[in-house]
């Protein structure tokens, strides 16, 4: 029920907008994050919003030059990606958690079910 879009092929230093649709009528009552994997590394936390849109939560590695938000009335959420860094290539999946609380987020890899198919991010030195 997720469908990430927007990967893509950028330089270093570029940035890239990827999104993250979702097709249950209760989008607004999950919080939301995403995930990146690296070839030949495990899947890693990125970024992660509350169900109200009002918490957010970032890694060390993107904190200040990724910034991860939601519109639940278009049933999206999205991560603007700045000052992009080969490091950063990666396939980038979306993920959502229903969540009782509106400011809860998790950060957990397990604490995640729902899983978008993930779209690809290349950043070229």
């Known amino acids: 029920q997720l469908q990430a879009s927007g990967g893509g092929l950028v330089q270093a230093g570029d940035s890239l907008r990827v999104s993250c649709a979702g097709s249950r009528r209760n989008f607004n009552q999950n919080a939301m994050a995403w995930f990146r994997q690296a070839p030949g590394k495990d899947r890693e936390f990125v970024a992660a919003?509350?169900?109200?849109?009002?918490?957010?939560h970032y890694a060390d590695s993107v904190k200040g030059r990724f910034t991860i938000s939601r519109v639940n009335a278009l049933n999206t959420m999205s991560l603007q990606m700045e000052s992009l860094r080969p490091e950063d290539t990666a396939v980038y999946y979306c993920?959502?958690?229903?969540?009782?609380?509106?400011?809860?987020?998790?950060?957990?890899?397990?604490?995640?079910?729902?899983w978008g198919q993930g779209t690809e991010v290349t950043v070229s030195s």
């Open positions: 919003i509350s169900r109200n849109g009002y918490n957010t």
């Open positions: 993920a959502a958690k229903y969540s009782r609380l509106g400011p809860s987020l998790y950060t957990q890899l397990n604490d995640y079910l729902d």
